[in-house]
């Protein structure tokens, strides 16, 4: 179903699609597949910083047998010499079997997707989109709650830039979920996404506070203020530290148990440790199901299941 496919936006998978992912994330927990990857290469083009995307995806490739090159400091490539994006990666095409990157700019793994013949995959594209994120928001969130369809999500924090609810909140549009965009005014998620929404027919609305839908929730994904992409400081110092979840804000809110809260992490000022060893929190969790999923991306991108 998705051999050689690009994985570039979550509106390019279907419902369908999805559940099929999510199913054969759940395979790679149960079976052995070390020698599944046995010859390939991955080429991880880190442009951006990450910790969790291209650990997982190295562990993922490295536990299905497979290898990894790559670089995750731009600055040591040729790059500084003003190598276009669209020329490197021309070249890195003859080294690997497939491409993973992730880049400052919106629309940059589209480019590349363009201009190679090896499958390529979006860890993150400026604000844009996170796809790979999103299955494994999905897969935590069917762990957690037992079903994707008819939940009530809140998604909290920068909705404007954060590019792992942008994808999510795609995802959820096939699985009839109300959405509560909690941000502050000048952090609302932007209209296109709105208007997908809208042409999907999900029930949404936009709110300041967590407040104003306490007890409402399955589902709370939080989210940092992305302020490495803030154009002016000021506006970023203007709604720092704006929300911070605590064990004794959700006491406050009189949540019950069964919210799990969500976060694709690093975390800052937003969510208090004091979460951490509570019911709601299934982050950590979220975090380790990277490597079961990104292995059944890698594995039916390149072909294993037919
Ligand atoms: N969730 C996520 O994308 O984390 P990293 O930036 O550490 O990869």
Redesign the pocket.
Known sequence: MLKNRDIISILDFTKEEISYVLELSKRMERESSADMLKGKILANLFF???????LSFETAMKRLGGDVIGFDDPDKTSTVKGESLKDSVKIIEGYCDIIVL?HFLEGASRLTADTVNVPVIN??DGASQ?PT?TFLDLYTIKNTKGRLEGLSVGFLGDLKYGR?AHSLAYALAHFNSEMYFISPPSLRIPKDYIEQLQLRGVSYYEIDSLFEVSGKLDILYCTRIQKERFADPVEYEKVRGVYKLSRVVLDKLKIGNDLKILH???RVEEMDESLDTTEYAVYFQQ?HSGVPVRKALLAAVLGVFQ
């Open positions: 951006e910083p990450s910790t969790r995307t291209r992730r860890a993150g996170h994120q792992t694709p992490l690093p975090a």
